[in-house]
């Protein structure tokens, strides 16, 4: 996901083009402001820390951009892409490593396991927005 502050600082286009040029495949992707409701959902596992208030009124404070990816070893991938949650810890060549300076504005999310991306995937889509179809690279980037 691609969180407010990113869609303010007209980054979407940049981290999309990061997602593509790796080679995993967009298979839904939407721009909403999340309900609260949804948002505290979302970060159910952080309910009672100490940002949490802040961290739900960010999230739903404007545009977000959802995008479910898919490819092997994505989730971890894209974990890694996406780097450390402290844009100030995060390496070079990271997204938020290079486009954030906070945590509490590190620019995007990234599910943390096949559990959450499942939970994360249907708390944001429909399955009918979930598109199947195949990228004509695909005989060249998997062996
Ligand atoms: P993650 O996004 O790298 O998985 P989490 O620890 O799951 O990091 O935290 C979720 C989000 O909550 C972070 O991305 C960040 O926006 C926010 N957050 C986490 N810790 C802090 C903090 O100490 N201060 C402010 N915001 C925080
Ligand atoms: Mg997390």
Do not use: C
Request: proline share 3%; hydrophobic share 40%.
């Amino acid at each position: 996901m691609v969180k407010p502050d990113g869609v303010q600082r007209g980054l979407v286009g940049k981290i999309v083009q990061r997602i593509e040029e790796k080679g995993f495949k967009i298979v839904a992707m939407k721009m909403t402001r999340m309900p609260v409701e949804k948002a505290r959902e979302h970060y159910a596992e952080h309910v009672g820390k100490k940002f949490y208030q802040d961290l739900v009124d960010f999230i739903t404070s404007g545009p977000s951009v959802s995008m479910v990816v898919e490819g092997r070893g994505a989730i971890s991938a894209m974990r890694k892409m996406n780097g450390a949650t402290n844009p100030a810890e995060a390496a070079s060549g990271t997204i938020r490593g290079d486009m954030g300076i906070e945590t509490g504005r590190n620019v995007v999310h990234g599910s943390d396991s096949p559990a959450s991306a499942a939970r994360e995937i249907a708390l944001h889509f429909a399955e009918s927005e979930i598109l199947n179809y195949q990228r004509i690279d695909e005989a060249w980037l998997y062996e």
